[in-house]
């Protein structure tokens, strides 16, 4: 996933937060969803610049995600987990230590 010439920063920034938000808990308003596109086109460019390995490129994205949730301390959402450049989607995976889905409100 190091260059995806097939898509931009943006469209795989828009792709990959619509996935995202759709296992998202509680559900992202519009303006989240915003933010979250944004923040997710900055990492896909900054990791296409530096034309990083496949595991790095989702690394990068999933750090802003990691970061994003912090700071609202209530949304809990999947991790980017690869991306298909043929069909133009973002597969997610839920993470946990415990084998289930992290809670939004209090741990596990």
């Known amino acids: 996933m190091g260059a995806h010439p097939g898509r931009s ?3 795989w920034g ?5 996935a995202y938000a759709a296992q998202t808990r509680p559900p992202l308003t519009r303006q989240l969803m915003e933010d979250v596109c ?8 900054e990791a296409e610049a530096a034309n990083v390995a496949d595991a790095e490129w ?4 999933n750090l ?3 970061r994003g949730e ?3 301390h209530a949304a809990v959402g999947p991790r980017l987990a690869g991306i298909d450049d043929a069909t ?3 597969r997610m995976a839920h993470r946990s230590e415990a084998g289930r889905p992290l809670r ?3 741990g596990q």
């Open 9 to 11: 920063a943006e469209e």
């Open 14 to 18: 828009r792709i990959i937060a619509v």
């Open 38 to 45: 944004s923040i997710v086109a900055d990492a896909v460019r």
């Open 58 to 61: 989702c690394e990068r994205v």
């Open 64 to 66: 802003v995600l990691d």
């Open 70 to 72: 912090m700071s609202l």
């Open 88 to 90: 133009g989607s973002a």
């Open 104 to 106: 939004a409100f209090g």
